[in-house]
């Protein structure tokens, strides 16, 4: 695996942006794709689609394509979304009850087993349309363990953010994906991904302010 | 203006990553920045820090690094983010409600006028913590020509996204911001972007995967 930890955490990023129009593509039944099709659907130059895929092997027909199905197949296994993955959710408000329910988690293999808040109010309650119990943060170190759970979900109001963090931390759990909008401090050995809406808006903002 | 219509659109998302660490350097009194450590806290290499950049004109000194103060005021000014741009959310459910609540919106020029709601249920509510009432679908076109609304957040459930899309394109607005999981049928001439939690969540199942 030598080979593969020299990957650059972006073409990581754009390698799994690759894999979403290559699902529509196989959706509508299209089973080849070109690396300049494929570019131009990502938003980001042929070269470029060329060099991250290369890091992997070589998956392309020179003059041809990439198969589609061979290369969607390839993309999981690179990025371990051929398994299922255990989260928890931490802060059962209005962000964190959209997250539950949002669909495509489970089906990229990413299964909430447990939900958190600290709130006395929701403790103890079924979350809608899901099956979950809503835990108090007291609970977290044991269901991490017995239920085995591998990623965090931050959705509390940012003032519990950094607590939560430590807590997630101390119950063994090694990556976090953070939706609320402070910069966490966490050891190094903990993966933090931070979810910034507001970097979407900044670039319709540009593309915006070029037209006007 | 003619330079920057050939910046490439991955660039443009990357420069508004820049300025995240760039406002907690101000924050915490620091005001040089070298591309390597601003390269370093955004996670991309320093040589794509000083081409990004060098795109816009000059602002490094060799051997010292960038003014923080003056990279940011540039990179605001680049994306447009020195201004303010008037939103209309789409959808008053779960995902909806924690957006307009988020506060990292208004802080970076982001202004929600207006929402919109299908449901019976909602219409003529006020939504907590916020003075807008929820308006039907109807007032659309009336409201983005009075409000002067630019952009649009969907955050509808799947199944009315794409009709919400039309809607606001009949109604003038320019650009969409799509927080649903389906992928919308827009004209060209109309602006984008797709908010995919679920790329973060692929980005840390590699790395977890790769500790295993």
Known sequence: MKKESKIPEASIERIALYSRPLEKLLESRSFVISSEKLAQLCKVNPAQVRKDLSYFGEFGVRGIGYDVTDLLRAIRKILGSDREWRLALLGAGNMGQALIRHEEFLKRGYRFVAVFD????????????????????????????????EVGLIATPPSEAQHTADRLVEAGVKAILNFSPIQLRQPDNILVENVDFTVNLDNLAYFLKERL
């Open 118 to 149: 600290s709130s006395h109010g929701k403790i103890g309650k079924t979350l809608s349309s899901t099956s979950l119990v809503i835990q108090p943060m007291s609970m977290l170190g044991l269901l991490v363990e017995s239920l085995e759970i």
